[in-house]
């Protein structure tokens, strides 16, 4: 027997954080990130993350493929014991090589959940109206990456990004008008309570 794996989706600004966080309260459940916390004895202490985040686009994009086929192995461990919340996932990963046009390896795999990477149970992309997410965008800190940049300036990628998420079997909340108990709400409805 094992627990279900509950993806979370979604652009920068739609909720993600807020919801993992009251999701994984709600029903005891473990958090990932993917990309999961990976250091190198290269780098010192810091996280591969920075690193190959100022690579080119697709030495960026596998390092990203890697990363979920690590976050899902971790996941499938602990699902044994409890549910398991993952922010971002493999989902992410092709909808951004999509949304960035490339013609990589990685988008024969658009919809499905290719050998070595876990298919989670569960998966919810919060969606926002732009104006919106661009006020919540410019609360924080942290949005300071490539593809924020892009999603910011470039209509076209940010539409296809999130037309490639919806490849996936996938269940999508708009949050433009909900509270964030509201989204809450809706993503247990989704996933049945997980117990």
């Known amino acids: 027997m094992s627990y279900p794996i509950i993806v ?7 909720g993600k954080s807020t919801l993992v966080e009251s999701l994984s309260k709600k029903i005891n459940a473990a958090i990932l990130k993917t990309p999961p916390l990976i250091y190198s004895p290269m780098l ?12 080119p686009e697709h030495v960026r994009r ?3 493929r890697f990363s979920c086929v690590i976050a899902g192995a971790k996941a499938k461990e602990l699902s044994k014991v409890q549910p398991v919340i993952i922010d971002r996932y493999w989902t992410s990963t092709v909808a951004y090589a999509y949304g960035a046009g490339e013609a990589h390896d ?11 990477i876990v ?12 104006d919106v997410r661009l006020k919540r965008i410019r609360k924080r800190q942290d949005t300071d990456t490539v593809e924020e940049q892009r999603l910011a300036t470039d209509i076209a990628f940010r539409k296809r990004t999130l037309n490639a998420f919806r490849w996936f079997d996938i269940h999508e909340i708009d949050t433009s008008k909900l509270t964030p108990n509201e989204v809450l709400t809706s993503a247990l409805d989704v996933i049945g309570g997980a117990q």
């Not at 979370?8 to 739609?14: A, H, K, N, S």
């Not at 990685?106 to 070595?116: D, F, M, S």
């Not at 298919?119 to 732009?130: A, F």
Request: proline share 7%.
């Open 8 to 14: 979370i989706e979604g652009l920068d600004g739609v």
């Open 44 to 55: 010192g202490e810091e996280s591969l993350r920075p690193f190959f985040d100022a690579q």
């Open 62 to 64: 596998e390092y990203y």
């Open 106 to 116: 990685i988008l024969r795999h658009a919809g499905t959940y290719p050998n070595g």
């Open 119 to 130: 298919k989670p149970d569960h998966t919810i992309l919060l969606t926002v109206s732009e």
